[in-house]
């Protein structure tokens, strides 16, 4: 089951820092930047048993936020997703260090950022780096080199043509609830 996530209000895109690029800013009323947008599935697209709660904006004690939730069963699949897609041509992301965001989730889930790039020909194709989650809303700085190649023609992405960066419950039979308030690229 596939979901769109509708935009709340985006003009341009921010710069996350001085020098970063900011893709998508629930707090800030920028759900994604121009020619960038959500989608959510479940593994029931290639037959497996994850349930996705329908994505949401999200009112928390810290601000706006996407939601992602629902149910992960490892048996037949075992993931659920949201995932920030870039549409028409693919966006060279070579000029920043990585990908930063900012989360929450309860203890006990497995998450992950997932990037799609132009080498990923096949639907459970990516680059994936697992996220280390504590308590309470943090800020998450993953550098390329910290994406591993699953089922990919290259082993280290080639940014310069990335497609999608997506945020994973996935590999653990879990009730997810992650809160996404900013997806962004950084620099060095």
Sequence with gaps: MKYMIGMLAATIALPLSAQG???SDFQAGLSSAPGWSWQGFADRVMGGRSDLVEPGIVNTP???ALRLAGKVVTRGGGFIQVRLEKEGE???ASPYAGVELVLSAPPGGR???FLRTKDNVFPWSYYGALLE???GVQTV???WSAFKAESSMRKV???QFLESVALVAAYLDFEPDLKIYRVGLYRQ
């Design 157 to 159: 992405p080639r940014v």
């Design 90 to 92: 693919r966006f060279d």
């Design 21 to 23: 690029l900011l893709l």
């Design 111 to 113: 998450y992950y950022v």
């Design 62 to 64: 810290e601000g706006l």
């Design 141 to 143: 700085r993953l550098p």
């Design 133 to 135: 989650l504590g308590p």
